[in-house]
Structures are given as structure tokens and as C-alpha cells.
């Protein structure tokens, strides 16, 4: 089993950042891929960024490449910068053994977070 904790979510303007984490506990092999994802309502869950923490190679959309950053230590990351009002979203946590569908599908992954909100004002 893993759990995720998602925090760091918050309001800000366009033009800003801020650093999402992700504390995870658990299996370390189930933690073998990690990722970020995001959702509005009416809308199907999206991949952001995920990483491989093994090999440490990252991946992105292309709707935030260059602006978002994935990083880990004993504790997920995402730095967001440049902060877009269609970046608002409830923004998830998620771990994996294994990228089965692919490293952008959410099916792939088995643990989730409850997810924190991040809120664009333009």
C-alpha cells in the first residue's frame, strides 16, 4: 500500500508560482513511477508531469513544458511558474509499479491522492 498527501495548492495571480508536494509513504517499489495530475469538473483527468524515480527521467505536457518543474527527494514535487489562469485545477498526486497504459494515463496508476486546488485568477 502507499499513501500520498498531497499540499501547497492555493489562489494566486497569473504570472505566479507555486510549489505543490506530494508526501508519500509505502511500498517503494509501487512508488517506482510518480506523477502529477490535474482535473476540472466536466473535464477527464490530464497528465502534467511524472518521473521515473529510478532513472530520474521526467516528462511533460506539452501545456507546461518550460514552465513546470517534477522533482523528488523523499517528497514529490511540482514548482509551477508562470502561472496560467487555464492552469486552474484540483491537482492529484499518483504512484505506480508500473506505466502499463503509458506514463501520461491515469489508468496506469494505482495510488492517488486526495488532491489540492490551485485557482488562476487573471
Known amino acids: 500500500q502507499v499513501q500520498l498527501v498531497e499540499s501547497g495548492g492555493g489562489s494566486v495571480q497569473a504570472g505566479g508560482s507555486l510549489r505543490l508536494s506530494c508526501a508519500s509513504s509505502?511500498?517503494?517499489?509501487?512508488?517506482?513511477?510518480m506523477g502529477w495530475f490535474r482535473q476540472v469538473p466536466g473535464k477527464e483527468r490530464e497528465g502534467v508531469a511524472v518521473?521515473?524515480?529510478?532513472?530520474g527521467h521526467t516528462y511533460y505536457s506539452d501545456s507546461v513544458k518550460g514552465r513546470f518543474t517534477i522533482s523528488r527527494d523523499e517528497t514529490l514535487y511540482l514548482q509551477m511558474n508562470s502561472l496560467k489562469p487555464e492552469d486552474t485545477a484540483m491537482y492529484y498526486c499518483?504512484?505506480?509499479?508500473?506505466?502499463?497504459?503509458?506514463?501520461?494515463?491515469?489508468?496506469?496508476?494505482?495510488?492517488w491522492g486526495q488532491g489540492t486546488q490551485v485557482t488562476v485568477s487573471s
Open positions: 509505502g511500498s517503494t517499489y509501487s512508488r517506482n513511477y
Open positions: 499518483a504512484a505506480t509499479p508500473s506505466w502499463t497504459y503509458g506514463y501520461f494515463a491515469p489508468r496506469s496508476y494505482n495510488y
Open positions: 518521473i521515473d524515480t529510478g532513472r
